[in-house]
């Protein structure tokens, strides 16, 4: 049962990052993303990557056939890449009916229906879509697993030229167009790839070679393939166009990786040139956690939303989502070990928040509240935002009591009682915006950041440093509390 909600809760996230995605790309403008036939069998998802500067556009085609993984699963990797200059067109899953079911065609095979006009299957209506996207391309890659390894010679039923694997095909050597004068050396250009490609094979046996299928040719022994999506690139559109093959008997991972090599070495032909990852540093931003608590439905909690609980409760934090996917942490403010609680129960007996962070930034915050004692037996759980307060509270922990003290007030204590600054009390902006600093402490010895909440602050005497003292007298210590550098609040310690 509790797998079956697990599985729920994920199913939402997937959904909610894929609209957030989906929505940010046409905000960039940089970077559409479209989906044809939407909400059919064949639905078909079209990724267009433009770079900062302009440039050739090569477009990869990938799962045409959906029994060849690797071809799908290295166009996938292309969806969400960042271009300095030039463009990308990809379609990882030109045929997800045929992935879904792990077959080369459900219909008809894909790859031969680009010379006719037939309606009547989906696989026509994909085409189509196809052909007007490699009308925009300078380059297509058509991204394959074939059976066998193809060699020039016959070496063996396994290994000879009609087999496929680990080649670059394509339909001629040298492309030449009478009419517009268009001249295209296909054999140099994969030759140059394959060279790239072969750096990172180690068995001799695995390289790759060029292939050419001679496909126009009266004696070609691939006829059949006059209704590919290459031959329909090279000879209507006048583009370089190729087969990448990797040979099926291969483990995944290194037929994947064939791929990306050898799409990378045509990207780089083209003169496509990705971005250098991680540049964009954005602020990281708490959408919302995850929280189960006593093992509960786990319940949507957004940033700076109060979690209502009883005293006593076990909460899990169980997943977070942010505007970044890695580094992210939870901190309970009070509880666990100050590195990350997620996903660790945690028995809750005071009222505290829950710090999101990515890395050491905190990216928000969600509050635990509790109900009150005379309703709280039959409440339920529930989530409400925070409310506007005007003046600061600040919580404080003096050795094992808990107060809760207004903006520019007083507190009186004795020599040696241990303090710590729990938090902040600040309405609907997040507490972990300001910065809370104890004049005369340091909590973070090596890096002093001026945040002093969470210490175990010690007022023996000469443990606090007197020339941050008010008049230097060593009675009266203050701390000061800032937002954007700019103070906004004091508490007086007085002893
Ligand atoms: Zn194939």
Redesign the pocket.
């Known amino acids: 049962m509790k797998e079956k909600i697990k599985y729920k809760v994920f199913i939402c996230f997937y959904v909610f990052c894929f609209i957030f995605i989906a929505h940010s790309f046409s905000f960039a403008q940089k970077r559409t993303y479209t989906v044809f036939f939407e909400g059919e069998d064949n639905e078909l998802h079209v990724y267009k990557v433009n770079g900062t500067e302009p440039g050739k556009t090569l477009m990869i085609l990938g799962g045409?056939?959906g029994d060849?993984a690797a071809?799908f699963l290295a166009a996938d990797r292309y969806a969400d890449i960042s271009l300095k200059k030039g463009s990308l067109i990809v379609v990882p899953r030109a045929n997800f009916p045929s992935i879904l079911k792990q077959e080369?065609k459900i219909n008809e095979d894909m790859?031969r229906k680009f010379s006719g006009h037939d309606a009547g299957h989906y696989e026509t209506k994909v085409v189509e879509v196809l052909k007007k996207l490699i009308k925009e391309s300078d380059c297509l890659l058509?991204l394959?697993?074939?059976s066998g390894i193809f060699s020039e010679k016959w070496n063996s039923p396994m290994r000879n030229p009609k087999r496929?694997g680990q080649s670059i095909i394509a339909d001629t050597a040298f492309f030449e167009d009478k009419k517009t004068g268009v001249q295209i050396d296909l054999e140099a250009m994969a030759k140059s790839v394959i060279k790239e490609v072969n750096k990172h094979i180690t068995n001799p046996e695995h390289l790759f070679h060029f292939n050419n299928h001679g496909t126009a040719d009266t004696d070609t022994i691939h006829k059949e393939q006059r209704g590919s999506a290459t031959y329909y690139a090279l000879y209507q559109c006048k583009i370089p166009a190729f087969?990448v093959?990797s040979a099926k008997a291969l483990p995944l991972e290194q037929k994947v990786k064939q791929h990306i090599y050898a799409i990378n070495g045509f990207m780089d032909l083209m003169g496509i040139i990705p971005e250098t990852p991680g540049i964009d540093l954005k602020k990281p931003e708490l959408q919302y956690m995850i929280i189960s608590v006593n093992d509960s439905v786990p319940m949507v909690v957004g940033t700076m939303q109060h979690l209502k609980i009883n005293k006593g409760d076990i909460i899990e934090v169980l997943d977070m989502v942010a505007n970044y996917k890695r580094g992210l942490s939870a901190d309970i403010i009070g509880i666990g070990s100050g590195f990350n609680d997620m996903r660790k129960k945690f028995v809750i007996n005071e009222e505290t928040r829950i710090v999101a962070k990515k890395d050491y930034y905190t990216c928000g915050s969600i509050f635990l509240d509790f109900l009150p004692a005379d309703i709280a037996k039959e409440s339920k759980l529930s989530v409400s935002d925070s409310k506007a307060i005007s003046i600061l509270k600040y919580k404080l922990k003096v050795n094992e009591t808990i107060h809760i003290v207004e903006n520019y007030s007083h507190v009186k204590l004795k020599r040696g009682d241990k303090l710590v600054i729990l938090d902040l009390i600040s309405g609907k902006i997040d507490p972990s915006e300001y910065v809370v600093n104890f004049k005369g402490f340091v909590g973070n010895k090596r890096n002093n950041t001026g945040e002093d909440r969470g210490y175990i602050i010690d007022t023996s005497k000469n443990a606090l440093m007197k020339k941050y003292s008010i008049n230097k007298q060593d009675k009266q210590y203050y701390i000061s509390t800032s937002l954007n550098d700019k103070e906004v609040g004091k508490l007086f310690i007085d002893f």
């Open positions: 045409i056939q060849e071809g080369r790859n058509n394959h697993e074939g496929f087969g093959e």
